[in-house]
């Protein structure tokens, strides 16, 4: 019993050792120009290195604006009333396949008020050009496939993918409808992570060891029990 009260002490200062340093960060970021879409690009940011210190999470933010325009026309001998929106879907992949179960992405529908359109027989319209900005929000990832994916020596690839779609009610009349939508993203990755003190890297890598001598302990105990 004493044994397994010293190994519960140390393992307590080891977990205090590590979470108790002082944190910092890292911000990395990455670009993508407007462009129309639907467009699909990579970029590249710094991985984070072990070197620097332990990684405890990545936090991940996606920011978009967008603009577009609608062309329309009636195509048949009837009056044709109705409105239009557009949809954009931006969603961004890490090179390792993680964000690909948890991609943080951006899914907008815009303008705020749809644009509203009466067209005559065989007549054609073009709307105004909207413009709108949305965001993915912070989204922080502790877990160790994340964390694994952003650590290294080099670079990580980053790939923006869109995707547009055009939504129109009409009454009357045969109208149809296309858009010219631009987008551009910007990502920005923040790494958290401690540097221990050289009293707490000593304890932080002896983890292992004591997590083996606890594993040891509690074999014998099971033989002695059973």
Same mark, same amino acid.
């Given at each position: 019993?004493? =044994? ?19 944190? #910092?960060? =890292?911000?990395?970021?990455? *670009? ?27 936090? &991940?933010?996606?920011?978009?604006? !967008? /603009? ?25 992949? $890490? ?6 179960? /948890? ?9 705020? *008020?749809?644009?509203?359109?009466? !067209?005559?027989? $065989?007549? +054609?319209?073009?709307? *105004? ?6 965001? #993915? ?5 502790? /877990?160790?496939?994340?964390? $694994? #994916? ?5 670079? !990580? ?12 009610? +009409? ?5 149809? @409808? ?38 040891? =302990?509690?074999? @014998? &105990? ?5």
């Amino acid at each position: 019993m004493r =044994l397994r009260a010293q190994i519960a002490v140390v393992t307590a200062v080891l977990a205090a050792g590590v979470l108790t340093a002082p944190a #910092s960060s =890292l911000t990395n970021t990455a *670009t993508w120009t407007s462009a129309l879409t639907d467009w699909t690009n990579t970029q590249q940011v710094a991985e984070f290195s072990p070197h620097v210190g332990l990684l405890l999470s990545v936090g &991940l933010r996606v920011q978009t604006s !967008l /603009d577009t325009q609608f062309y329309l026309h009636n195509g048949s001998g009837l009056q044709s009333d109705g409105t239009v929106k557009a949809e954009v879907m931006l969603s961004i992949l $890490d090179g390792a396949g993680y964000f690909s179960a /948890d991609a943080p992405q951006i899914d907008k529908m815009f303008p705020a *008020t749809a644009y509203s359109y009466s !067209l005559a027989p $065989d007549a +054609y319209a073009t709307s *105004t050009t909207y413009s709108a900005s949305s965001d #993915s929000g912070w989204l922080t990832y502790t /877990d160790r496939s994340a964390l $694994d #994916s952003f650590t290294g020596f080099g670079m !990580l690839d980053l790939e923006g993918l869109t995707k547009t779609t055009t939504w129109i009610s +009409y009454t009357g009349g045969n109208s149809d @409808v296309t858009q010219k939508t631009h987008a551009n993203a910007i990502a920005t990755i923040i790494y958290t992570y401690v540097v221990p003190e050289p009293v707490q890297a000593t304890l932080f890598f002896a983890g292992g060891a004591v997590l083996v001598l606890r594993r040891r =302990l509690q074999k @014998v &105990l099971r033989v002695k029990v059973g």
